[in-house]
T-cell receptor
């Protein structure tokens, strides 16, 4: 399973954009890039996923590098509710392999 | 529509006992996967079922087993419980195998404490 590298923690101010990076230099051509987040005392929650092109949904945007060796999750306006652990996951086989993720703190 | 339902929410068992946890996926979803979450190891993949067949298995001992029924409901069983099995067990459901071109929906989990 291809591995991902994320910073352990990041801080953001409320109502400012947040860019969460993820490196995945060993990604295979068929690996999807998934992002999940886990709020305290809850199960993980799907955020977004993509294969090659940038993706947008109501929660976030996913920017994928042209060589696909890295990606960035973009939260356009962070709120206090966005404070969570964000996981970047690669896969195409049916299992989600979670790393340590990035703990995002949002300051009011 | 109803989300993923895991029962029970909390469980206390004694070392050596066995336990069965249940997961009801979102209606229409055929893929169910199970994860163990501990403070030390984080979220670890246990196994994945799709249409009653186990498609993937994580690196856990044979004491951990599971199954999926024809209505897509799934159970996982842990036999001969050890203290280290204390964890939050999470179930996820998706319309097709998770990590492919789909999103997975997680339940709230079952908190297992082994004493």
């Amino acid at each position: 399973d291809a591995k991902t590298t994320q910073p352990n923690s990041m801080e953001s101010n409320e109502e400012e954009p947040v860019h969460l990076p993820c490196n995945h230099s060993t990604i295979s051509g068929t690996d999807y890039i998934h992002w999940y987040r886990q709020l305290p005392s809850q199960g993980p929650e799907y955020v977004i996923h993509g294969l090659t092109s940038n993706v947008n949904n109501r929660m976030a945007s996913l920017a994928i590098a042209e060589d696909r060796k890295s990606s960035t999750l973009i939260l356009h306006r962070a709120t206090l509710r966005d404070a969570a652990v964000y996981y970047c996951i690669l896969g195409n086989t049916g299992k989600l392999i979670f790393g340590q993720g990035t703990t995002l703190q949002v300051k009011p | 529509k109803a989300g993923v339902t895991q029962t029970p929410r909390y469980l206390i068992k004694t070392r050596g006992q066995q336990v069965t946890l249940s997961c009801s996926p979102i209606s229409g979803h055929r893929s169910v996967s199970w994860y163990q979450q501990t403070p030390g190891q984080g979220l670890q993949f246990l196994f994945e079922y799709f249409s009653e067949t186990q498609r993937n298995k994580g690196n856990f001992p044979g004491r951990f087993s599971g199954r999926q029924f024809s209505n897509s409901r799934s159970e996982m069983n842990v036999s001969t419980l050890e203290l280290g099995d204390s964890a939050l067990y999470l179930c996820a459901s998706s319309s097709s195998p998770a990590s492919v071109n789909t999103e997975a929906f997680f339940g709230q989990g079952t908190r297992l404490t082994v004493v």
